[in-house]
């Protein structure tokens, strides 16, 4: 469909179908086109001039921030490399944050090719001093090589690289020249590698490789994939949605926090284009302000705001769109009448997205919210929170089906889901428990503390190698005994069975008194995501009502809190539970398992008692309905430390045809006919 | 045959020639005021009409001529000028000598239009060059520079040799060379400056090298037929500097000469100097509470927010609705006009070429 865009109300920035007038804010878009090229340029002929630079682009909402991305990624196509940065709400940005968004996108396909493609191809033409404009020659012509040639001729590569630039990782610039060449799985496994991600045992082992990128590697990493995107596609780091690090309780530490990762960026890289994106009110209210000298002349080497569109480029606009409707009835100006044009062109403040809106209305049959008297959002209470009801459901599961798709493509990557977005969703959630108060730490092992000394810590533990589990876990045992915590892992990721001293480990953090072992339902998860990426809309104003003014991040947290009642959800309810509860119903045995197969609706009480019964497993399995015997296990161990496998698993066989096996570590609870 | 020291008169009610060149028979007043064949004469008839009415309907020319000169005072026939005058000016961009009265109050008159912020020469007061071309650039117009005197009203073609360095100094034109011409544009046209063609240029010769080889192997490899495939030349083409077709930035709606003619009452000069003042030297923008109150200090009968509304329809400023979360107190809200959605418009913006 052809229409598509119409709907899109905010752009997407990787979205190959783009609508653009070149003319609108060409001025912007060509100071980062001249960058890139002299980035290049200098890379290639002067590496010692080589720096990073920075750009801050200020615009209000709707003007087309996300949209220039889009049309600079289209431009530019091969000749440069795009990231697309969105900080998170509550957690801060690291360079391990960077680096893993940076090769996540090296898989992104640009113009029809991977961006890691064009990376690749443009840097073994300028290795082989040969033909620069062609990458996708060149990588064909090394992908026709014998593995063995192919291997040192990336070897070659890598020295003459290394005699250039003497600083760089030499097992990073290997491992990034070998993508384009290796097979999907191959693939997969190098690029988690080179993203810092923490690889299982067969992942490193496909990729010759005896240990994950360290903790401390990730500012090298950049330093060399900046490097070594210059010399063909310089890296643009474009990080969106600034007005996201704007909070109203901790302004000055997630912001002076952002200053000095950009500061450490420009510093410490060479070759980076570091684009800024925000509204301009908080950007310049907000946000540069709070920068101390330094972080400002690294932050701030070059300030351009975007324009709105004059009334001639919104009657382009229109044309252009028009242009691209299924089979419209009458030429412009159809769906509109002519009058309704000369309007909504002499609107002060009218945005293209504002015009957008009034397309699909017009389009829909609708009357055009902007033209009609006008009812200021806010004024009314009741009409903003009916414009809104009509909104939010729509946005809500769009964002549900998105954070499930993530989560879908995590698994299949043998991965956890990505740990910043994640704790930033449990915080975003968090925040609406009335007695809840946590702020994200920056550490990598415990992700989440209480504010003001009381309440629980909380480790993600997504890593999928069972000595980095281990390593996560021998963290969170090293906690003070005394402090209650939350160790959180996602279901669908069990540890593997054969993984003894990780096993071990995790039955010493279950037998902590203090400590509960918290398994993430995948429904669960994907509303943690889709909250944290709702609430994000919200503060850009991304989120329009039906006339196409924004809903205000106030109103839309009301209708989050009277609707999803996030306080319900379950980890926030163990999150929000005093240890002494904890620990009196722990042994009381009357608290049920945290630990739900499904997703629990958010109304229904996951701290019901297990059914009475003989059998402990016979209840708990009555409960979770199917799971693995680990699973049971632990369970079972919750309530009686002394339990043994074998206990359980001749409990299970006792059940007999109440209990239907799949292979040897799976049961199903069966109703008795 | 007249007598001599008689005076001519024309009895209106018969029928007779035109005394000027006209050759259509006269039929009263109203065929009177038709014949012009000039037509110059017919805004300060028209303006004539308007001052006296009475006099025209109810006696005869020549009584009535007779009786106006007796009774106007210098400061009527003033009044009376410039309003032909006025006429004429936001008729034609220029009013002429003729125009301007007789020739003992044609020195105030000049005086007063200059005051009004009218350009005078010796001969005629007009509509400021620098005013008449910006508008003509906000139009989408390119003007080819040996062409400018044609197009501006009351302008000679040695002036436009002054005016031209003076135009593009203040940053109401640019100069740009089409073809053979220079021709004037939009500051806000997009400009290809010379250290990117220096730099296309530059990349055009790497990629012309990089052609050489091809074709060198192209010939070694002659016998084997072979060739470069459409792609990969597609992807080589795409990555050269191409240029961009950008489309003029200039408003749709033709502006009338009034609306951009200055005035005393016009407080555009008064905006854009406190617009200056207090935009922010990267971005160009201005906070509009704060505009308001500079310009309410300086004059508190302004109603700053229309002032500001009439210039963003005249195209001279960008205003730009709030994108902060609660940034606007609601004194400040106050004092910002709404926009589209009714979303308070808080920064304001010169636009680049604005009538100086």
């Not at chain 2, 028979?25 to 065929?31: F, P, R, T, V």
Request: with cysteine; hydrophobic share 40%; net charge neutral.
């Amino acid at each position: 469909m052809k229409e598509t865009f119409l709907g899109a109300v905010h752009a997407d920035p990787w979205s190959e179908l783009l609508l653009d007038l070149p003319a609108l804010n060409a001025q912007a878009s060509d100071s980062v086109e001249q960058t890139v090229l002299r980035l290049r340029e200098f890379a290639r002929r002067d590496p010692g001039q080589l720096r990073s630079e920075s750009l801050v682009l200020l615009g209000p909402p709707g003007t087309g921030k996300t949209h220039l991305f889009a049309r600079l990624r289209k431009k530019l196509g091969p000749r440069a490399v795009f990231v697309h940065i969105r900080p998170l709400l509550h957690a801060g940005m690291s360079t391990a944050f960077v680096l893993k968004q940076a090769v996540e996108q090296l898989s992104r396909t640009s113009g029809g090719r991977f961006q890691a493609d064009a990376l690749v191809g443009s840097l073994i033409g300028l290795a082989q001093s040969a033909l620069v404009s062609f990458p996708t020659a060149h990588l064909d012509e090394w992908r026709s090589l014998t593995p063995e040639a192919r291997k040192q001729q990336i070897e070659e590569t890598v020295d003459a690289l290394l005699e250039r630039f003497p600083d760089l990782d030499d097992s990073f610039v290997e491992r990034l020249l070998q993508v384009p060449f290796v097979s999907p799985r191959e693939r997969r496994a190098l690029l988690a590698w080179l993203a810092g991600h923490d690889c299982d045992p067969s992942q490193l082992e496909r990729i010759g490789a005896s240990a994950s990128l360290p903790e401390d590697g990730a500012l090298r990493a950049l330093q060399t994939l900046g490097t070594m995107a210059a010399l063909g596609a310089p890296l643009v780091l474009v990080f969106d949605q600034l007005e996201n690090l704007v909070q109203r309780d901790q302004v000055e530490e997630r912001i002076t926090q952002y200053g000095n990762l950009i500061a450490e960026l420009v510093d410490s890289t060479r070759g980076l284009l570091i684009v800024q994106m925000a509204l301009d009110s908080e950007w310049e209210v907000g946000i540069e302000p709070r920068f101390n000298l330094s972080q400002r002349s690294r932050a701030v080497m070059k300030k351009a705001s975007l324009s709105l569109p004059t009334p001639a480029q919104s009657n382009e606009l229109l044309t252009l769109w028009h242009a691209a409707l299924d089979a419209p009835a009458a030429p412009l100006p159809w769906p509109f009448t002519r009058e309704q044009v000369d309007q909504l062109l002499q609107l002060p403040g009218l945005t293209p997205r504002m015009l957008l809106t009034a397309l699909r209305e017009a389009r829909e049959g609708q009357s055009i919210g902007l033209l009609e008297q006008p009812t200021p959002v806010g004024s009314s209470p009741e009409a903003s929170l009916v414009s809104a009801g009509e909104v939010l459901p729509e946005e809500w599961h769009a964002r549900l089906v998105s954070a499930h798709h993530s989560i879908d493509s995590a698994e299949a990557r043998r991965g956890g889901l990505d740990s910043e977005r994640l704790c930033d969703g449990i915080l975003s959630a968090a925040s609406f428990a009335p007695d809840l108060r946590l702020r994200a730490t920056q550490k990598k092992y415990i992700q989440i503390t209480p504010r003001e000394g009381q309440g629980r810590w909380v480790a993600l533990v997504n890593q999928p190698h069972p000595s980095s589990i281990g390593a996560a876990l021998r963290r969170a045992l090293q906690q003070p005994p005394h402090l209650p915590g939350l160790v959180v892992r996602e279901q669908w990721c069990p540890i593997s069975p054969t993984a003894g001293a990780t096993l071990e480990l995790q039955d010493e953090v279950l037998r902590r008194p203090h400590v509960t072992w918290f398994e993430l339902g995948r429904e669960q998860a994907a509303q943690l995501l889709a909250l944290d990426d709702l609430l994000q809309a919200a503060r850009s104003a991304d989120i329009m009502d039906s006339a196409g003014r924004p809903l205000s991040e106030e109103l839309v947290r009301s209708y989050v809190r009277e609707e999803l009642h996030p306080e319900r959800w379950e980890l926030i309810r163990e999150l929000a539970l005093t240890p002494p509860e904890t620990r009196r119903q722990d042994e009381e045995g009357e608290r049920g398992s945290v630990l739900e197969a499904t997703a629990t609706p958010p109304s229904v009480s996951a701290h019901e008692p297990p059914p009475a019964g003989d059998s402990t497993v016979e209840s708990i399995l009555l409960r979770l309905r199917i799971a693995s015997v680990d699973r049971l296990i632990r369970e079972v161990r919750r309530l009686r430390g002394t339990a043994t496998r074998h206990e359980v698993v001749e409990q299970l066989e006792g059940l007999g045809s109440r209990v239907a096996w799949y292979g040897r570590n799976l049961v199903e609870w069966k109703e008795a006919s | 045959m007249r007598k001599p020291g008689s005076v001519k008169r024309f009895d209106f009610r018969r029928r007779s020639k035109c005394p000027k060149s006209c050759t259509e028979e006269l039929h009263g007043g109203a065929a009177r005021r038709r014949c012009d064949p000039s037509g110059r004469n017919r805004t300060a008839q028209r303006a004539n009409r308007l001052a006296v009415p009475a006099l025209r309907s109810t006696m005869r020319p020549d009584m009535a001529a007779k009786k106006g000169k007796a009774k106007k005072s210098a400061e009527e026939q003033v009044a009376e000028a410039l309003v032909t005058a006025r006429a004429a000016l936001v008729e034609n961009g220029v009013a002429t000598a003729k125009q301007l009265g007789s020739p003992a109050i044609r020195a105030k008159v000049q005086e007063q239009l200059q005051r009004e912020g009218f350009e005078a020469t010796a001969k005629l007061v007009r509509v400021p060059l620098a005013t008449q071309t910006a508008q003509l650039l906000s139009q989408g117009e390119r003007i080819p520079v040996s062409r400018l005197h044609q197009r501006l009203a009351g302008c000679t073609k040695k002036e436009t040799t002054a005016l031209v360095p003076l135009l593009v100094s203040s940053k109401v034109a640019v100069q740009v060379l089409r073809g053979k011409e220079l021709v004037l544009v939009a500051p806000t046209d997009p400009l290809t400056d010379a250290a990117t063609i220096a730099a296309a240029k530059k990349q055009f010769k790497n990629f012309v090298g990089e052609l050489k080889k091809v074709e060198k192997w192209l010939a070694d490899a002659s016998k084997k037929k072979v060739g470069v495939l459409s792609e990969d030349w597609a992807e080589a083409l795409g990555a050269l500097p191409l240029p961009e077709l950008h489309t003029s930035s200039a408003p749709e709606t033709r502006q009338s000469s009034q609306e951009i003619a200055p005035s005393t009452d016009d407080p555009w000069h008064h905006l854009k100097g406190i617009l200056v003042a207090l935009s922010d030297e990267d971005t160009g923008l201005a906070s509009v509470p704060a505009v308001v109150r500079r310009l309410r200090e300086e004059g508190p009968e302004v109603d700053a927010a229309q002032a500001l509304l009439t210039a963003h329809r005249r195209g001279l400023v960008e205003l730009r609705p709030e994108g902060g979360f609660g940034r606007l107190s609601p004194e400040d809200a106050a004092l910002c006009p709404k926009g589209a959605g009714e979303s308070p418009l808080s920064w304001v913006r010169l636009v680049e070429g604005a009538a100086s």
